[in-house]
């Protein structure tokens, strides 16, 4: 017998395609060891020029997917990634994310 995915888990993998698959510089950020106050503080101050969103790799990786990205861009970005926080920006070139 499969396993069943969590309703909620189908629901992230959705938001975050709908991230990857929209136009605009995606990144992959490794956030171990911020501390949590200066990830908000970061989150505050960024918010009207950017989006960010943490997720499991999984999860990123089955969103990857779907979004038709190559996955060996994807292992790139995660490769040594403890904490992977999804970056997003339509306003923002490569060099200022």
């Known amino acids: 017998m499969m396993a ?10 959705s938001e975050l ?5 929209n136009d605009g510089i ?3 950020v490794d956030i171990g060891g911020v501390p949590a106050g200066n990830m ?12 960010m969103t943490m997720s ?4 990123i990786r ?3 997917e779907q ?6 861009d994807l292992d790139q970005l995660l490769d040594g ?3 992977p926080c999804i970056v997003h920006s339509d306003s923002l070139n490569a060099f200022e994310l």
Do not use: C
């Open 56 to 59: 499991k790799k999984t999860l």
């Open 67 to 72: 979004a038709g990205l190559a996955e060996n």
């Open 26 to 28: 995606v990144g992959i």
């Open 17 to 21: 395609t709908e991230i990857l698959s």
């Open 4 to 13: 069943k995915a969590a309703p909620w888990k189908k629901d992230r993998v």
């Open 81 to 83: 990634a403890v904490q």
């Open 62 to 64: 089955l969103a990857w």
């Open 40 to 51: 908000l503080d970061m989150r505050s101050s960024l918010r009207d020029r950017m989006t």
